[in-house]
Structure formats: C-alpha cells, structure tokens
C-alpha cells in the first residue's frame, strides 16, 4: 500500500486560529501563517531567481483522516497527493502537502495532476474563483517528520504549518504549508542587509 506522506510519520493536530497563536508562533512567523496572497509570490519576492520547487512526491494515496474528513471523502478513497519543498537554490524554506480529490481534477483543472515542478500557488492565485473556506495552525513536533526524508533530518525544533481548505469554483483541495527556521534566518539576513 502506497505511505500517506513522505514528509510525516503522523497526521498533524491542526486547530482554528487561537487568540495567542501570536504569543507562541512569533509575529514574524505570524506574518507567514497568516498571510492572505499567494505564498509563491511572497517567496519569489524573498528569494528573487533562487526560488524553485523540488518534487518529493506526486501520485494516488490514502489522505489522512483528518483530511478525508475536511474534504468529504471516503477514508478508503485515494486523492492526488502531492509533497514539495520550496526552496531558495538548495535551502529548503517551505514543506508544503498538497490533497486533490478526483473530482477535482476533471475538466480545465486537470493540470494540477502534472504541476511537476511548477507551484501549486501559481496556478491557484490565477483563478478568479479560488475561495478559502477554512485556516487552520498545527505545530509539529521533531519527531512527526519521517526519517527518510533528508529534508525533515536536521529539524531539531518544533514547526509551525497551515493547512487551509480551499474550493475552485465548486472543487476541493487542501493546501499544508510547514514553515522551517531556514525560513525566518534568510528573511533576516534579507532585511538587514544595507540598501543598495
């Protein structure tokens, strides 16, 4: 049988926004978690010509309860999932899983089924009709991320991410976003650097 995720051992708890999520994520990273654009642009704006996508996954599986669940499906009901790293040349920044029911795929959104390495935000944000209906926070712990996968391996920390509930038109699909350290770091170095 085909892993629920290459990137998590465990589905992440995921909860509605809390009144303190400032207080334990940190305003800076509150920006990410919530911000309301596209998460692509953001980065191709921090990271300029470094910014690309690194496919670690993008096949049929079993999406977790909890995401079965958000999108109406049958626990036994494979969707495409896919699993990516964005990235700043070989910095990876971002973890980001993505769960595409079948219905969704018909018709003129067939493409997201061969995005390859082209982000899933860009083809999100160009559709007028992108609505999303539900945002949620998890922090995830060292130990969630699977082992095998050099990306998760020096992550000594916990890891916020966002999981939000979108609806093209009438069509479903989840969005998990993991926001590593590496992240934060470069948009320091970024910012302090002395205008040219």
């Known amino acids: 049988m085909t892993r629920q995720s290459r990137l998590l051992k465990t589905e992440p708890s995921f909860h509605a926004p809390a009144a303190k999520l400032e207080t334990l994520a940190g305003s800076r990273l509150l920006s990410w978690l919530s911000e309301k654009g596209s998460l692509t642009r953001r980065l191709r704006t921090l990271t300029g010509p470094e910014f690309r996508v690194a496919v670690l996954r993008e096949d049929w599986a079993k999406p977790f309860p909890g995401e079965a669940r958000l999108l109406d499906l049958r626990t036994a009901r494979s969707a495409r999932v896919r699993e990516v790293m964005l990235m700043a040349g070989d910095r990876p920044l971002v973890l980001a899983r993505s769960i595409i029911p079948q219905r969704t795929l018909c018709g003129r959104h067939s493409p997201l089924a061969r995005l390859g390495t082209r982000p899933l935000g860009e083809w999100l944000f160009a ?3 992108l609505r999303r209906l539900s945002l949620e926070f998890a922090r ?3 130990e969630s991320w699977s082992a095998d996968l050099g990306a998760t391996r020096g992550i000594a920390v916990p890891v916020w991410g966002r999981r939000s509930h979108y609806r093209v038109a009438r069509h479903p699909l989840l969005v998990c ?3 590593l350290p590496a992240l934060l770091s470069l948009e320091r170095d970024v910012l302090s ?3 040219v």
């Open 140 to 142: 995830v712990q060292p």
């Open 127 to 129: 559709h007028p009709a």
């Open 193 to 195: 650097r002395p205008p």
């Open 177 to 179: 976003e993991f926001f």
